[in-house]
């Protein structure tokens, strides 16, 4: 099973700031890899597939890059309602596994 | 717009079998594959397993032993049964759709908390 890692555990952010969280695997996932956002009572929300490809409806200060190990996803000025949790996940191999999330909080 | 609405038992005692109900609007349940993923309190998800229509289903090795999924087309639902729980099976379970090209999720339901305890 890949095992995924993502830091900062949190991140604190003022509004109109970007912020970058990065996510990395145990092993090569080429770009097999997604991102999703997910508020408080909230399901998650799909963010970004394919390492870079933005999901329907998803704003374009959401953006993903990277590949093999190392991924990272930026918003480039956080609105009031991105902050939330955010996780990774890898669908190179079965199962896909997620990562434990970042949280990202107003400073 | 794709929905999807869980529904079954909040409380289960260990040993026993959890059962979920996943009811489909918006779409066919044989366009598409669908998922079960979980996520216990204040922890990150955990991918169950995935089927399609025709019955072809693949679990989490982690689950596999413990796991059936069903497909009813008649009701556009699809199910969960997880066996011999202890508290450890405790969590939110989220019934999803299942874009298999990539193995994401695009549409999620709300989710339903679980808990096993006697």
């Known amino acids: 099973e890949i095992v995924m890692t993502q830091s900062p555990a949190t991140l604190s952010v003022s509004p109109g700031e970007r912020a970058t969280l990065s996510c990395r695997a145990s092993?090569?996932?080429?770009?097999?890899l997604a991102w999703y956002q997910q508020k408080p009572g909230q399901a998650p929300r799909l963010l970004i597939y394919?390492?870079?490809t933005r999901a329907t409806g998803i704003p374009a200060r959401f953006s993903g890059s990277g590949s093999g190990t190392e991924f990272i996803l930026t918003i480039s000025s956080l609105q009031s309602e991105d902050f939330a949790v955010y996780f990774c996940?890898?669908?190179?191999?079965?199962?896909?596994?997620f990562g434990p999330g970042t949280k990202v909080d107003i400073k | 717009q794709v929905q999807l609405q869980e529904s079954g038992p909040g409380l289960v005692k260990p040993s026993e079998t959890l059962s979920l109900t996943c009811t489909v609007s918006?779409?066919?349940?044989?366009?598409?594959?669908w998922s079960w993923i979980r996520q216990p309190p204040g922890k990150g998800l955990e991918w169950i397993g995935y089927?399609?229509?025709?019955?072809?289903?693949n679990y989490n090795p982690s689950l596999k032993s413990r796991v059936t999924m069903s497909v009813d087309t008649s009701k556009n639902q699809f199910s969960l049964k997880l066996s011999s729980v202890t508290a450890a099976d405790t969590a939110v379970y989220y019934c999803?759709?299942?874009?298999?090209?990539?193995?994401?999720?695009?549409?999620w339901g709300q989710g339903t908390l679980v808990t096993v305890s006697s």
């Open positions: 999803a759709r299942h874009v298999k090209t990539y193995d994401v999720v695009d549409y």
């Open positions: 918006g779409d066919s349940i044989s366009s598409s594959y």
């Open positions: 089927i399609y229509y025709t019955g072809n289903s």
């Open positions: 092993q090569s996932l080429t770009t097999n």
């Open positions: 394919g390492a870079s």
């Open positions: 996940q890898q669908f190179n191999n079965w199962p896909p596994t």
